[in-house]
């Protein structure tokens, strides 16, 4: 890889005697790995190897998974690069958390916390770049978790809205991306020696807008993919110094090295905080730390008793027929309490009434999707279909492999020697929830979102 002199110069001032095992491992394949995902019913039924698994992330494994199988189709696989897996690993939300994933697209980070907290509490998961979070959106729905809230905000309208707010907070940060350098070698080319400066600017900013958000006693996980020293050690110095903050110890697995004291201020504490390294480290290169917020939170977001503005509610009728929904889809996961669905233009939400007024904020998902309004009938959704687990038999139609390529393709599917009733049914393959699909005369109409039609 054709590296940019500056670059290497730095690192073989900062590395010493390291800097040629450190510069030559940029050039090595990293480790493919990926998830599996709790939530899902028998999730750890699937077709791929899990004789590697990795020792710091709960079901995280080595190996390639397909973007094109039903794995993944279904949400029970996510592919990820081993070091990122540790960051959410790192910050273990636990069920009845309240969690934000700050810089959350495509999703790595966000898909683990909402499996960590087992659809208890809740998963702000934001992205301020709108095309991202779109993507984040569509990762986030094959997760299937009934708890989070998907907004596409700058941290500051954020932090508007859900002032000290949080249990944890993970800020992923954008950052000069030196660690992705080997898996992307395209990365290189935006490089240049006051990269890294910028960037911590920017990560400055996006800090202080995220310690207005948490709880006191909260913990914020800060992470980066670079191995510039600005943009890590230096960002931890700083916020130890402005905040009422300590670091917490991190497990230090096989190949994982310290942060370095000597990289910014000599606080020996910096030994807390993690490097990824590749030369000593199957992964890309990824910064880490864990910090404790002992301050007094900026203020504490309550619920408001009066809304200023009523957003609509839902309507006598369409209760009527999200019921008649319920009532002939047997599923004890559909017990939404009615003073937790919300009517989003034609759409239908869960979104529990403890959850804050996110009214203000852009959202691209505000809630469960449960499915959409059109003239006299409800048409479940694909989210739905992706975050119930168990139905009664009668509502679930099993397909083979090959009837579920054909509907992910977007065609219909027809049932030789059909004896079943015309209706919604819970589509499943290989025992694993694939969509809805309605049922009329012996042939699945297809219902299959049309942006997300593959070729199996
Ligand atoms: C390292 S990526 C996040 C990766 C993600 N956490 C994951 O695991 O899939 C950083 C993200 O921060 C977003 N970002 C860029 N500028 C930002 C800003 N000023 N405030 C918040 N997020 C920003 C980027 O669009 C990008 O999606």
């Known amino acids: 890889m054709d590296l940019p002199k500056e670059f290497i110069e730095k690192y073989q001032k900062l590395l010493g005697d390291e800097a040629e095992a450190f510069l030559a491992s940029l050039d090595e394949k990293s480790v493919i790995g990926f998830r599996l995902n709790p939530l899902k019913r028998h999730y750890k039924d699937v077709d791929y190897d899990l004789t590697a698994s990795v020792p710091f992330a709960q079901d995280g494994f080595i190996g390639k998974v397909s973007g094109r199988s039903l794995e993944h189709q279904a949400g029970y696989v996510y592919s990820q690069d081993l070091s990122a897996m540790y960051v959410a690993a790192v910050a ?10 700050l810089c959350a697209a495509p999703g790595g980070k966000s898909t683990q916390l909402a499996e960590q907290l087992n659809n208890q509490g809740l998963l702000v998961s934001n992205e301020i770049n709108t095309k991202r979070a779109k993507i984040l959106a569509e990762n986030m729905e094959r997760i299937g978790a009934k708890n989070v809230i998907i907004t596409n905000e700058s941290p500051d309208n954020l932090a508007k ?40 600017h920017r990560q400055k900013l996006i800090l202080e807008e995220a310690m207005k958000m948490l709880k006191t006693g909260g913990e914020l996980v800060y992470s980066t993919c670079t191995f510039a020293p600005e943009e890590d050690e ?8 402005n905040y009422d903050l300590t670091l917490e110890p991190i497990t230090k697995y096989d190949g994982m090295d ?16 993690i490097r990824l390294m590749p030369h000593h480290f199957e992964g890309e290169g990824q910064f880490l730390a ?29 209760l009527d027929l999200w019921h008649k929904f319920v009532s002939d889809f047997s599923s004890q996961e559909l017990n939404f309490a009615d003073q937790d669905l919300r009517i989003n233009g034609d759409y239908l939400y869960y979104y529990n009434k403890d959850w804050l007024d996110i009214n203000k904020l852009k959202y691209v998902r505000p809630g469960l999707m449960l499915g959409t309004f059109k003239k006299n009938r409800f048409e ?47 589509l499943r393959c290989e025992e694993k929830n694939f969509a809805f699909g309605k049922l009329v005369n012996g042939t699945i109409k297809n219902f299959f979102p049309k942006g997300l039609r593959f070729q199996a």
């Open 258 to 273: 310290s942060g370095r004291p000597e990289f910014a201020d000599g606080n020996e504490d910096l030994t807390k905080t």
């Open 380 to 426: 479940p959704s694909y989210a739905l279909a992706l975050a119930v687990q168990e139905a009664a038999e009668e509502n679930v139609i099993e397909l083979s492999k090959d009837q579920w390529a054909e509907y992910v393709a977007g065609n219909i599917i027809f049932l030789s020697g059909n004896t079943r009733k015309n209706g919604w049914y819970l």
């Open 234 to 241: 230096q960002i931890v110095a700083w916020l130890l110094e």
């Open 161 to 200: 809205v859900f002032k000290g707010y949080f249990d944890k907070i993970v800020v992923d940060a954008p950052c000069s991306g030196e660690g992705m350098f080997r898996k992307d070698h395209s990365a290189v080319k935006y490089w240049h020696k006051d990269y890294p400066a910028e960037c911590a």
């Open 290 to 318: 864990k910090l404790k917020f002992n301050g007094e939170a900026v203020s504490v977001a309550k619920k408001k008793a009066k809304k200023k503005k009523k957003s609509k509610t839902i309507s006598a009728d369409e």
């Open 92 to 101: 273990n939300a636990q069920p009845g958390d309240k969690v934000l994933d």
